[in-house]
């Protein structure tokens, strides 16, 4: 059975606990909120060992998670087993295993499917037979024209009352970012003391969380938005911001996607080199679809052309180089990270 995230509490409350569930989506908040609800109801009914798998590359050993499926339990009776599979496709072998634990789920275990991603060319008979045995919950993007519908929802969840000038102001603050606009959300339960909010007051309270910050830069670049990307590199020069201010943050998060890339490229465990990267699970999905524009060696690029970019900043050109202009420069660099076909621009 699908469900859209926002029943999921509800069909939780109303049944028993399934075998298995599988979580999937690009909206990163939404699939992190979906699966913590099924592991505290989890928690709730007595699954008190918890296991985790990272299906992140070829060297996954598939038989390892087959093999927990009937393995005793060594401190609970009943356990919660993760597969977290980010590119949201198991291969042959998985769907065979994922298959094989529907059409017999063992007594006592509940099996929790997450992917960063999701889109038809992702469905099998592996997926199908989970929303058989168990629930297959979405996760979609929130469209703009959805996202003032979902904020009053989540508004109204946390007890705030606003009125449809207030919620079109939060929205034009997030400009979609679900992440920040929950924070907001949190903040405004706090703060409202109960009385209803209008367009003044909204504006009043909520931090500025679309503001032209060079964390969001990066993150737009990364996302693949080049026209966002673009414009908050504008707002940040019309705030008097200098470029070298920029690079730290800039050649950071270039540096970090550069290693995940090699890591990748080699068939190696990407789980573990984001975790050694201090990379949250609710961040993840960011990095992984700028993995997905890109091979390796052009990250390897990226950070050299930012290093070049920040020479230009502080005059420091080498012999032979023009002295450029470092926000055209910069303003490539990062459009050609959001979109392929822009990379030629750095040649």
């Not at 859209?4 to 992190?32: N, T």
């Not at 690079?247 to 984001?274: D, P, T």
């Not at 050109?317 to 002295?323: A, I, K, N, Q």
Request: glycine share 8%.
């Amino acid at each position: 059975m699908e469900l859209k995230p926002d029943r999921l509490a509800a069909q939780l409350a109303a049944e028993p606990l399934r075998p298995v569930y599988l979580v999937a989506g690009p909206e990163p908040l939404l699939v992190l909120e979906a699966a913590d609800a099924i592991r505290a109801h989890a928690r709730a009914n007595g699954y008190g060992e918890r296991e985790v798998f990272d299906a992140d590359g070829r060297d996954f050993a598939w038989s390892s998670l087959e093999q927990s499926f009937r393995a005793p339990s060594l401190f609970s009776a009943r356990r919660l087993l993760e597969l977290r599979l980010p590119g949201g496709r198991p291969g042959k072998e998985g769907a065979e295993v994922l298959s094989g634990y529907c059409a017999q789920p063992p007594e006592d275990v509940v099996l929790l499917v997450t992917a960063g991603d999701w889109s038809q060319k992702h469905a099998g008979k592996w997926s199908e037979a989970i929303a058989r045995a168990g629930h297959f919950v979405h996760a979609p993007l929130v469209r703009p024209h959805e996202l003032e519908r979902w904020l009053e929802s989540r508004l109204r969840q946390r007890g705030v009352r606003a009125d449809h000038g207030a919620v079109q102001r939060l929205a034009e603050r997030v400009q979609g970012n679900l992440l920040a606009a929950a924070q907001e959300v949190d903040k405004l339960a706090l703060l409202a003391d109960g009385a209803p909010l209008d367009a003044a007051r909204m504006e009043s309270l909520v931090a500025d969380a679309a503001r032209f910050d060079v964390f969001r830069l990066v993150d737009a670049a990364l996302n693949g938005n080049a026209a966002q990307a673009t414009r908050m590199l504008a707002g940040l020069r019309a705030e008097g911001e200098a470029v070298p201010a920029l690079m730290g943050m800039v050649v950071m998060e270039l540096n970090r996607v550069a290693a995940l890339a090699r890591v990748q490229a080699r068939g190696g465990n990407l789980a573990a080199e984001f975790r050694a990267q201090r990379v949250w699970d609710s961040k993840q999905a960011v990095y992984r679809r700028a993995l997905g524009r890109h091979p390796a060696p052009r990250w390897e690029r990226f950070v050299a052309m930012a290093g070049g970019v920040d020479r230009i900043a502080k005059g420091r050109v080498r012999l032979g180089e023009e002295p450029g202009d470092a926000w055209l420069a910069l303003e490539r660099l990062l459009v050609a990270v959001a979109e392929p076909k822009a990379a030629a621009l750095l040649s």
